[in-house]
Nanobody, 121 residues
């Protein structure tokens, strides 16, 4: 139902945009989010976008560098990543919640396969 793409190897400071297509339904208080898991670490929240009002929230670690956005007509959510740092290296996951209940990963019902992003220094 969720298909993420756009990962790859980038240099520190470069930009990259991830995409996630939702082939299911969007309705009500639907939300789509990005999480990431770095090697040897737990998965963490990156950003979320609420479909009803296009409001968003970003983790402090990426605020000002990453931006989540959407194309409603394509049921697609994006993660624009600027000023990349080596510590941004991780597998990035797209997730969706039928009802937005917060940024805890347990609140998300659907998950896509991750896409690996590697940032070299």
């Amino acid at each position: 139902q969720l298909q993420a793409c756009g990962g790859g190897l980038v240099q520190a400071g470069d930009s990259l945009r991830l995409s996630c297509v939702n082939s299911g339904h969007t309705f009500g208080r639907f939300a789509m989010a990005w999480f990431r898991q770095a090697p040897g670490k737990e998965r963490e929240f990156v950003a979320v976008l609420r479909w009803s009002d296009n409001s968003s929230q970003h983790a402090d670690s990426v605020k000002g560098r990453f931006t989540i956005s959407r194309d409603s007509g394509k049921n697609t959510v994006y993660l624009q990543m600027n000023s990349r740092k080596p510590e941004d290296t991780a597998v990035y996951y797209c997730a969706a919640a039928a009802l937005f209940r917060g940024i805890n990963e347990k609140n998300y019902d659907y998950w896509g396969r991750g896409t690996l992003v590697t940032v070299s220094s």
